[in-house]
């Protein structure tokens, strides 16, 4: 439908007769949200913000790490305008050291004095032609300068929970013991806890996230659910706790793969059942890396461009991200099956874009990426999609922080600027730890051209949340053209005033670089309370945020 044609032929037309009586819609809306107070949904987990770091590219060396002696402002060797940046957005919780990586990295290599710290060989150059191996750097050979030690230290300076990953391919269930004892056990009890205290760290880290290997039906193992479900009762049945409330987060599917979590519940619930209250999340990954429009399903040829896009990929972006609340309800669901309490819920540790290689920054930075207001905008909705669903999702970790597939932050040595998503996270951190609240969106649906062929998107979309008495509404306009002329309604209570934010940009290629590191950046937005709503216009290709005081 187009929006022109909307007031008279919507649905929604009878929505709005029927609540004529409590509030006056304006007839120059053409879109409409509705916050029920009393009706929540959960709190907002802080920990839904959280951003995932892995030793591939740039992401950890260059990105995160500069080291000591660096002339590259730094605390203990951690790249400090990354730490104030990460401040400023909240960081709830750290994702690391992988990823694929985290199934090929021996703890202990990292850890002990630096200089007797082994060099291997990083999972991510496995370039079939060995074509990288002469360039020697840290991103194909790893040097293990920043371990253990150095991450937990950047998550304490960055006021971010540890979320560290073990090795469930190439390590034994001991050695997974191990590193809990190394992080956790108490100072002076044992040894791993003297080599910590002689590493400057006498007290323990108690990490409570712990994950059991990554994407173990591919490089994690390639294991069959049944297998991994066997491997994972054995690594999670005897942990030292040390009195931290571990949280131990299983491999989910590939995508929405049913079968998989079918199969490994199965296992785990029926028959020989296992008990441990300490399994509570159930790790999926989603990845909008195929661009193709059922062209192919090859991962390579099926990667859309990070800067060189026409509006139908804006739109397929946008569509293929927004496919996470589908996975959520399709996993919910089946995980329901086997613990109807719901014990465990969705641990969403890898999303984003992933475009084809090219608009890296420097070639070493696998991966790396361009971030434009596309992306800004894919981030925001994902962000929407968990807030939505707050009571089946209790952590997600943005791929990746820096240098990388959806980065916050992209920097070559003494540059560095933060990319559209940094502004997303800046301005979605007022959820963090709020009532979600069941919010209606009621808007035309945008139309645009597949392949010759008429396709539509929705025309707005968000979440709300509740602090005290400030609302806050975040939301996508996805229209490359159109601003949405937006009604909100609190049903519940009475608006006092309201201030607004948005991220917009004239360009749907708009990105930061070094030379223009604010192309992209927020401004405020103007909104105005009348006959007890609220109106604002939200601009083309968008994400807004309004904080709505309650009188
Ligand atoms: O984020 C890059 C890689 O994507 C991760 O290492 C892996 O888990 C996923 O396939």
Redesign the pocket.
């Given at each position: 439908m187009e929006r022109r044609q909307f007031l008279k032929t919507s649905a929604l037309t009878a929505g709005v007769l029927a609540l004529s009586n409590k509030r006056a819609w304006a007839t120059s809306a053409d879109s409409r949200i509705e916050i029920f107070l009393d009706e929540s949904k959960g709190q907002i987990s802080p920990n839904l913000y959280g951003q995932f770091t892995?030793h591939?590219g740039g992401v950890i060396y260059d990105g995160v790490w500069v080291g000591e002696k660096s002339k590259i402002r730094n605390q203990f060797g951690i790249r400090a305008e990354l730490i104030d940046r990460l401040k400023e957005i909240q960081v709830p919780i750290m994702r690391w050291p992988?990823?694929?990586?985290a199934d090929s990295y021996d703890w202990k290599d990292g850890i002990g004095p630096v200089s007797e710290r082994p060099v291997r060989t990083n999972f991510w150059e496995v370039d079939g032609d060995a074509a990288r191996l002469h360039e020697k750097g840290p991103q194909i050979f790893e040097p293990n300068t920043f371990g253990t030690n150095e991450f937990l230290r950047f998550c304490k300076l960055a006021g971010a929970e540890p979320y560290l990953a073990a090795n469930l391919r190439s390590l034994p269930a001991l050695s997974f013991d191990h590193w809990v004892e190394y992080c956790n056990s108490p100072a002076g009890s044992t040894t791993l806890a003297k080599m910590r205290a002689e590493a400057g760290f006498p007290d323990p880290f108690n990490v409570k996230f712990w994950g059991i290997g990554?994407?173990s039906w591919?490089?994690g193992g390639n294991f069959a659910p049944e297998e991994y479900a066997s491997e994972f009762r054995r690594f999670t049945t005897w942990i030292p706790n040390f009195g931290v409330d571990l949280q131990l987060i299983a491999a989910g599917p590939n995508g929405n793969d049913i079968d998989w979590t079918h199969r490994f519940f199965d296992q785990i619930f029926t028959g020989h059942a296992y008990h441990n209250a300490s399994f509570t999340g159930w790790s999926i990954?989603h990845?909008a890396s195929n661009l193709s429009r059922g062209k192919t399903k090859d991962w390579v040829l099926g990667k859309g461009d990070a800067l060189k896009f026409d509006p139908v990929d804006w739109y397929e972006l946008l569509r293929e991200c927004d496919r996470v609340e589908r996975i959520i309800g399709d996993q919910w669901a089946v995980m329901g099956q086997y613990d109807p309490q719901h014990h465990i819920k969705l641990v969403v540790d890898?999303y984003g874009p992933w475009y084809r290689e090219g608009t890296e920054l420097d070639p070493t930075h696998i991966?790396g990426q361009q971030v434009t207001v596309r992306d800004a905008l894919a981030t925001a909705l994902t962000l929407d999609a968990f807030n939505r669903n707050a009571e089946k999702v209790s952590v997600a970790t943005c791929?990746?922080l820096v240098n990388?597939?959806n980065a916050l932050f992209l920097c070559h040595e003494d540059r560095f600027f933060s990319t559209p998503n940094f502004h997303v996270f800046k301005m979605y951190a007022a959820h963090q730890g709020g009532q979600s609240l069941r919010t209606e969106f009621s808007a035309p649906d945008v139309q645009y051209d597949r392949d010759g062929k008429p396709a539509s998107f929705w025309g707005l979309n968000g979440s709300a949340s509740r602090k005290g008495n400030v609302v806050t509404l975040t939301a996508v306009n996805p229209d490359l053209t159109q601003p949405s002329q937006a009604q909100v309604a609190i049903r519940g209570a009475a608006i006092a005033r309201s201030s607004g934010t948005a991220l917009a940009n004239a360009d749907m290629h708009a990105h930061n670089t070094f030379e223009n590191p604010d192309a992209v950046k927020t401004a405020p937005l103007d909104s105005s309370v009348s006959g007890g709503v609220l109106n604002v216009s939200i601009p083309p290709a968008s994400v807004i945020k309004l904080e709505i005081t309650l009188s």
């Open positions: 892995e591939i992988g990823g694929c990586f990554n994407e591919g490089c990954h990845y890898e991966f791929a990746q990388n597939i």
